[in-house]
């Protein structure tokens, strides 16, 4: 059984920072990518970044230059350093790796809340 768990929301002032991380347990193949997601109230779940298992990294144009994603040397851990932080960025972010299901990543975890706000 695969369970992902995230951590690291919170409330934050616009400008300011937060670092997410994403911890995988159970067995799965290290080359799966991992995703994170997130999902404003009244919005569609949206795509913010990826890092596959050949370390390869990809954001949405809306988080470009303000967020990193990156993967612990064993794999088991996704980071997302969020800097730069606007109240357009609040929202639940979602973590999720596996193979695709009907277009879906497999393994999800509950999500962690971030809020932007002064």
């Known amino acids: 059984q695969v369970q992902l768990e995230e951590s690291g929301g919170g409330l934050v002032q616009p400008g300011g920072s937060l670092r997410l991380s994403c911890e995988v347990a159970g067995s799965i193949f290290s080359w799966y990518g991992m995703d994170w997601y997130r999902q404003a109230p009244g919005d569609e779940r949206e795509l913010v970044a990826t890092i596959t298992g050949g370390n390869i990294k990809t954001y949405a144009d809306s988080v470009e230059g303000r967020f990193t994603i990156s993967r612990d040397s064993d794999k088991s851990t996704v980071n997302l350093q969020m800097n730069n932080l606007t109240p357009e960025d609040t929202a639940v972010y979602y973590c999720?790796?596996?193979?695709?299901?009907?277009?879906?990543?497999?393994?999800w975890g509950q999500g962690t809340q971030v809020t932007v706000s002064s």
């Open positions: 999720a790796t596996g193979d695709f299901v009907l277009g879906r990543r497999r393994y």
